[in-house]
């Protein structure tokens, strides 16, 4: 685990803002980045997220400054920053694949930076030393890269961008090169060490297991504009477009009808009020995990067509008359439901949101 004494944080200034407004970014015909604005409050992590192309990694290089924007203005700290150069914005980026200089020991790549700024050896000894306590590794300084697990190759990288005392630190899906079990580990270290530090950080990501995981805020971005951007409850439990609430977690979305603060999906009507819909048709999205089966009694009538046992949950594709509805259910004492078995499904509040109909 990371080390629990922090010897940069006492001296770190109060923590900054990152402010985009208007920003759009082209490559020839291709909008990368479309008139984005965003309020990054300060000491928190914010998390960019989306398909591959949606334009959340080239918005993360122009808030570095390794990208220009067509448009628009970037303010770091209140201090405009759209014209100036990657290396007086005081911000650094963790990177997809850690960009280590194989040949140089640890001591010499994290203090890579420190050493082009000119700053005097004892210096840089002194910061280099407290930088690697800092993420937990302590004592492998005259290791090489190759020498290192991936999760350690990963601290180095996080040790290398902190050293500078960035004002925002920025991550480029920096968990990608490591297994699954791995990368919750390592993760959870990030956010242990970003809010001890209470450093704004800007993070990349298309996994969105990981975003919930980590952030404070979370931007779902599509086709270079900004989607919805809140927390990640907020956008689990209210998410405003379809793409969100299927991007988001899982979501079933199913046809219905609103009024009257009851909602009907096919031959189903249960009570429900949401006071940021219309009457009329609606699309009903529900979680998987909200929804409760039953072998009898009333409920949106179904059939088995897939059932699987996944160790702590019994995984369902359930065939209805308004589309297939899958299910995650919580172990409950009862054996895996057959495949053809007729069934009810009954819609619990908490993991239902309605959305304006497609």
């Avoid at 007086?88 to 850690?98: A, D, E, I």
């Avoid at 956010?191 to 298309?206: A, K, M, P």
């Amino acid at each position: 685990m990371m080390a629990t004494t922090l010897p940069l944080a006492a001296a770190r200034p109060p923590a900054a803002t990152v402010r985009l407004t208007g920003v759009t970014k082209r490559f020839g015909p291709v909008v990368a980045v479309d008139d984005v604005s965003l309020d990054i409050p300060p000491g928190k992590l914010v998390t960019l997220l989306g398909p591959s192309g949606c334009g959340k990694t080239t918005t993360l290089r122009i808030i570095a400054g390794l990208e220009v924007p067509g448009r628009g203005r970037i303010f770091i700290a209140d201090e405009d920053v759209t014209r100036l150069p990657a290396a007086l914005r005081r911000v650094t980026m963790v990177f997809q694949s850690y960009a280590l200089f194989p040949h140089l020991t640890v001591f010499e790549n994290v203090a890579y930076g420190l050493r082009i700024a000119k700053v005097s050896a004892p210096e840089i000894t002194r910061r280099v030393h407290q930088v690697l306590e800092l993420v937990g590794l302590p004592g492998v300084d005259a290791r090489y890269p190759a020498q290192l697990s991936g999760g350690q190759q990963q601290r180095v990288a996080v040790a290398r961008a902190l050293v500078m005392e960035p004002k925002v630190l920025l991550f480029d899906e920096p968990l990608s090169n490591l297994d699954a079990k791995l990368r919750k580990y390592v993760r959870a270290e990030i956010r242990e060490l970003q809010q001890r530090l209470g450093i704004t950080s800007i993070y990349v990501t298309h996994d969105q297991t990981e975003a919930l995981a980590l952030s404070d805020v979370i931007v779902v971005m599509k086709q270079g504009r900004v989607e919805q951007v809140g927390t990640p409850r907020d956008l689990y439990e209210r998410p405003a477009t379809r793409f969100v609430a299927d991007f988001i977690g899982e979501a079933n979305l199913l046809p219905g009808q609103y009024g009257d603060d009851r909602v009907t999906v096919g031959p189903l009507t249960f009570p429900f009020r949401q006071g940021s819909i219309a009457a009329g048709p609606v699309t009903v999205a529900v979680r998987p995990e909200a929804i409760a089966v039953r072998t009898d009694g009333d409920g949106l009538p179904g059939r088995v067509r897939t059932a699987f046992f996944m160790g702590m949950t019994h995984e369902y594709l359930i065939e209805t008359p308004v589309g297939e509805v899958r299910v995650v259910e919580p172990l409950a004492g009862r054996s895996l439901l057959a495949v053809g078995a007729e069934v009810r499904l009954q819609f619990l509040e908490a993991g239902v949101y309605l959305l304006p109909p497609s």
